[in-house]
């Protein structure tokens, strides 16, 4: 068994997958007085609002971990470099206290960490401060790309960031990956998928192929070729294609799933899941339930990258020999370059728009969020999964692809239906989409035009 693994060890895969894509730039940090150490704050007092119960938590990682050792020893140097104080206000119900201190006036918090999924709502309220003149928001190596950011983002800035250079929990930032019994493909006597993969021949068809491949007799039970719930099937199936969920092009929304690429990936999913392949599927597709696959009944499994290694009764914590795939590629991929989706970020960050003073709240969250000396690049996060956790570096690299190419999906907007239910229903994926469409265009004008308007604030054009 991977009895190293612990609940922080998936921050780690993410915080510098995603920072590969950024440039360093020098940071637009406010005007106080120079320190040895940075700024002199003057003793400011920084109440930073953590979503999650005291004991449970240090600054989202596992107390008595390692890392949670690691960022308690980062407050300090910060408070002492800084010229400062950190309070931190743990509370399952931190969004709560950001909106009666907003609407009261009373000054409660100066930064404030929460799930994105519902911090959204206090971004367009205009409960947050816009941080695009606070921060170099540029720095994607340090508060995360566009792409990841999109839900914090609203009409003319930006108003959460993400620790994408600590070792943190960004599991969330990354949809599916197919988990694949590697003992029973052997037994099989077939070839190890990450083959294909490896060799850019990991497409539709042959993932047909496996699934025909992989289900078997074993002892008078059926194993089946893979299990997936439904949905999940579909969303990853139309990512596969190249297709992206949203897009911004000329002033119009467009909606993946209403192009050519994005209903033919549909159509594909719903032939093969309902049709072709149907009895190579687990009857049971109960979502976030990786029980069948570590009891044996299923070969592959798609899951969420959170099943995968966080806590004991995570995949690899469970079992050993496992690999892991990407979803196979369609026509209209970019061969090697592996689409995913994301609903919500776990560890968001903001200013309150009634901080007691954001410019030096602002500073804090800029020295709390630098890389952990422990974590300085990519590659040492790289190399500690490789050798920690995976033990075989291809794994680690689709992981790596798959968080480099993840997208906001505006789940919670409703603009994923389609999608989702197009391998569940009998109705022909040409009559589900045009029956949709005046939804789609509405879902877009009140919500994804304002998002990507914002991008084009912050980032440019």
């Not at 949203?246 to 594909?268: M, Q």
């Not at 560890?347 to 009634?354: D, K, L, R, V």
Request: with cysteine.
């Amino acid at each position: 068994m991977k009895r190293l693994i612990h609940t922080v060890v998936f921050a780690l895969i993410f915080a510098f997958v995603l920072c590969a894509c950024g440039q360093t730039e020098e940071e637009i940090v406010p005007e106080y007085e120079a320190t040895a150490g940075g700024s002199d704050l003057d003793g400011f007092v920084a109440t930073w609002g953590w979503s999650g119960k005291d004991g449970d938590t240090v600054l989202g990682f596992t107390p008595g971990t390692s890392h949670a050792d690691m960022v308690m020893q980062k407050k300090k140097d910060v408070e002492t470099a800084y010229n400062c104080k950190i309070n931190i206000e743990y509370n399952e119900d931190i969004l709560n206290v950001l909106r009666s201190g907003v609407m009261s006036g009373a000054q409660l918090l100066d930064l404030i960490k929460a799930e994105s999924y519902y911090m959204i709502t206090d971004v367009r309220a205009g409960y947050l401060t816009g941080l695009s003149s606070l921060i170099d928001i540029e720095n994607v190596e340090k508060w995360g790309t566009p792409n990841m950011l999109q839900s914090l983002i609203w009409k003319n800035d930006i108003f959460g960031v993400t620790p994408y250079a600590w070792p943190d929990l960004l599991y969330t930032a990354t949809g599916h990956i197919i988990a694949v019994n590697e003992s029973y493909v052997s037994k099989l006597a077939q070839p190890d998928p990450r083959e294909f993969v490896e060799d850019l021949t990991w497409t539709w068809d042959k993932f047909e192929e496996c699934l025909s491949a992989y289900t078997h007799n074993d002892g008078g039970d059926t194993v089946y070729g893979m299990k997936s719930h439904h949905a999940y099937f579909a969303m990853n199936m139309f990512l596969s294609n190249g297709v992206a969920l949203s897009a911004y092009d000329n002033g119009k929304v467009v909606c993946g799933a209403y192009t050519e690429p994005g209903r033919v990936a549909l159509e594909r999913a719903k032939q093969i899941i309902q049709e072709t392949h149907k009895d190579c599927f687990h009857p049971s597709e109960s979502a976030g339930d990786h029980t069948e696959f570590v009891n044996g009944e299923c070969v592959m499994y798609a899951a969420w990258t959170s099943e995968l290694i966080v806590g004991t009764t995570s995949i690899m914590y469970q079992m050993d020999n496992i690999g892991l795939l990407p979803f196979p590629q369609g026509p209209n991929a970019t061969p090697g370059v592996y689409l995913s989706y994301h609903e919500s970020l776990t560890n968001s960050i903001g200013i309150p728009f009634n901080a007691k003073d954001p410019s030096a709240a602002a500073v804090v969250l800029s020295a709390m969020l630098e890389p952990f000396d422990e974590y300085k690049t990519k590659e040492d996060i790289l190399e500690y999964m490789t050798d920690q956790i995976f033990f075989d570096r291809r794994d680690t690299e689709v992981l790596a692809n798959l968080t480099r190419n993840t997208e906001y999906g505006f789940f919670r907007e409703g603009a994923r239906g389609v999608i989702e239910s197009a391998t569940e229903v009998s109705t022909a994926i040409s009559a589900l989409l045009e029956s949709n469409e005046a939804k789609y265009d509405q879902i877009a004008e009140e919500y994804m035009t304002p998002h990507y308007q914002g991008r084009i604030a912050v980032y440019g054009e």
